[in-house]
């Protein structure tokens, strides 16, 4: 089935809108991460005024329905090195880390994902990025794939508990990803 995306307005939120953002983000986070502390909010929830809304370093983009509510989010901010298994592979300074790329069960594989990478990628670049890490689990139903499909290459796979991947994709010099 195929997503009429014009139904939906994709952009940056405003920070009025960051509690939305923040109910939608926590309840995908509580069904895709169960085994997670239901009521902790992410860190770069807790300072999401800092991290995204004063920063000119990272972005959090929501699509919209007609009727104003969220249906999907993704968001990019500085990698920081923090994950030992891939320590010193990135360059802190050119990297960015792709987070948050969210949808509402019921519209998940109708292309508004894609839609919201397509939109993310070029923001990151015109950032000064060159390059978007992110990392994805394989018990998330077809989520490796999904970043394959938008140009990401795999990198790493420690075989931890939470069945991490590690992936990243060069950013291109025009814009469109």
């Known amino acids: 089935m195929s997503l009429c995306l014009e139904k939906y307005v994709i952009r940056e939120i405003e920070l009025n809108e960051l509690p939305a953002a923040m109910n939608f983000v926590m309840e995908i986070v509580r069904e895709v991460f169960p085994m997670l502390d239901p009521n902790g909010l992410p860190p770069d929830m807790v300072a999401f005024e800092e991290i995204y809304y004063k920063s000119n ?31 010193g592979n990135y360059s802190i300074e050119t990297t960015a880390e792709l987070v948050k790329c969210y949808v509402k069960p019921e519209l998940r594989q109708q292309g508004l994902g894609t839609e919201l990478v397509k939109r993310l990628l070029p923001i990151a670049r015109n950032k000064g990025y060159e390059t978007m890490y992110l990392h994805t689990h394989r018990f998330l139903p077809g989520a490796v794939s999904f970043w394959e499909k938008q140009g990401f290459e795999f990198r790493l796979e420690p075989f931890d508990s939470f069945e991490t991947v590690h992936m990243d994709k060069k950013l291109a010099l025009a814009q469109g990803g």
């Open 57 to 87: 370093t990272a972005a959090f983009l929501a699509a919209f329905d007609r009727e104003g509510a969220i249906a999907a989010t993704i968001a990019f901010l500085p990698y920081d090195d923090r994950i030992p298994d891939i320590k």
